[in-house]
């Protein structure tokens, strides 16, 4: 070990027993971007960087563990992703479903995939699905896999769903636009029954969500780190939790 090693090591002790455990995010939600630009800085494939990405997930949800967050959200494919080249689009679902898969058989968390499986190839959707049935009885953290993922999608979706339930209470639209509210909306989202995320964590640099988790981040905190995905470390997971501690959150106002 390196006197660098070393110097990091001090430095992530004394940020972790610095750390208040009373304010600590129980949901947070992570966009893991950079993993292309990490490849073109390190001269290595855009699949290399892919997996790089897919191999940090189990060492963030290793730290979520320590410190107490119950909810983790990753945004791992959008529906924007799509629009990817074929080749680089069929590495990657290849490496998601690998991850997912490898995230459920360690049985410690509850794999939870929110999108739009409909649209994803169906050895992927089955992949996810088969790995929510295997970890469904899990006491752990809940590991929201966002794949085929976008915001707005997820609100129509809901609207959508609210509306076939209602219809088959016999209500008509005229009853529906009387009584419906927010957490009427908020029962048909992926995340139903789960807390709104506390905070939202972007990588590489980017201060934008690009449409993640466009109706639970409302009352969120944001924190935008340089780091590429892959290069993301628990000093700067640390670092994204004292950051949080030390907001005076006010919740819309």
């Known amino acids: 070990m390196g006197v660098r090693d070393l110097v990091y090591g001090v430095y992530e002790q004394r940020l972790a027993s ?4 009373d304010r600590t995010p129980k949901h947070i939600g992570v966009i893991l971007d950079g993993n292309r630009r990490w490849a073109k800085a390190y001269g290595e494939t855009v699949a290399t960087g892919h997996q790089r990405g897919a191999d940090k997930i189990h060492d963030l949800l290793g730290w979520c563990e ?3 967050i119950g909810v983790v959200t990753l945004w791992l494919l959008s529906t924007d992703n799509f629009n990817r080249p074929p080749e680089e689009l069929a590495a990657l679902t290849v490496i998601i479903s690998n991850v997912a898969e490898s995230l459920a058989e360690t049985g410690r968390w509850r794999i939870n995939p929110v999108g739009a499986l409909d649209l994803l190839p169906q050895e992927l959707s089955t992949a996810l699905k088969d790995c929510a049935a295997q970890t469904a009885d899990i006491d752990g953290i809940i590991v929201n896999v966002a794949v085929g993922y976008g915001g707005r999608r ?7 769903s609210l509306l076939y339930d209602q219809a088959e209470k016999g209500l008509t639209i005229e009853d529906l636009a009387q009584v419906i509210d927010i957490d009427h ?3 048909h989202l992926y995340t139903k029954g789960q807390p ?3 905070l939202v964590i972007r990588t590489s640099g980017e201060q934008r969500l690009g449409g993640f988790l466009l109706w639970q981040s409302a009352h969120s905190e944001f924190y935008f780190c340089e780091a590429y995905w892959p290069a993301f470390r628990k000093i700067d997971f640390l670092r994204a939790l004292r950051d949080f501690s030390r907001r005076q959150r006010r919740f819309g106002a």
């Not at 610095?18 to 455990?21: A, F, N, P, T």
């Not at 997820?154 to 959508?160: G, L, P, T």
């Open 154 to 160: 997820e609100i129509a979706d809901a609207v959508r």
């Open 185 to 187: 909306i908020a029962e």
């Open 196 to 198: 709104d995320p506390d």
């Open 18 to 21: 610095g750390l208040d455990v």
């Open 66 to 68: 320590e410190t107490g």
